[in-house]
């Protein structure tokens, strides 16, 4: 089963920061350049900032950059998916207000007709 599971994995050669590595993996050649990009730009950014500083500090800074950005993303996700769920009580609350109010102008209708 294993030895299945390894048959998948890809290897692809990187080369991020002028650091030259492979990654193994289940991934498409897009996704993990895609990853490598965004790995690239965002220790690039920091290079540009601090160009004297040594290569493990910028992996380290370009580590806790990209873990903030994953962590405010996940924060708004949860925050959005709060909202989604508030949105969907409201619109459901919405729903049968509405049906109510039908409901009664359905019989001040059916009053008025009386009337005339």
């Known amino acids: 089963m294993i030895e299945e599971k390894n048959q998948n994995k890809k290897k692809f050669k990187l080369n991020i920061l002028g ?3 492979t990654v193994t993996g289940e991934f498409s050649e897009d996704y993990i350049h895609k990853l490598a990009e965004h ?8 290079r540009n900032a601090y ?4 290569f493990r500090r910028l992996s380290h800074l ?4 990209l873990a903030d950005e994953y962590f405010k993303l996940r924060s708004q996700c949860v925050d959005l998916s709060k909202e989604k769920e508030r949105l ?4 459901q609350s919405l729903h049968q207000e509405l049906k109510k109010l039908r409901r009664e102008n359905e019989e001040l209708t059916n009053l ?3 009337v005339d």
């Open 88 to 91: 969907k009580e409201a619109n």
């Open 112 to 114: 008025l007709e009386e």
């Open 51 to 54: 160009p004297k500083l040594p």
């Open 39 to 46: 790995v690239e730009k965002t220790g690039r950014e920091i």
């Open 62 to 65: 370009t580590m806790i950059n």
């Open 19 to 21: 650091d030259k590595f």
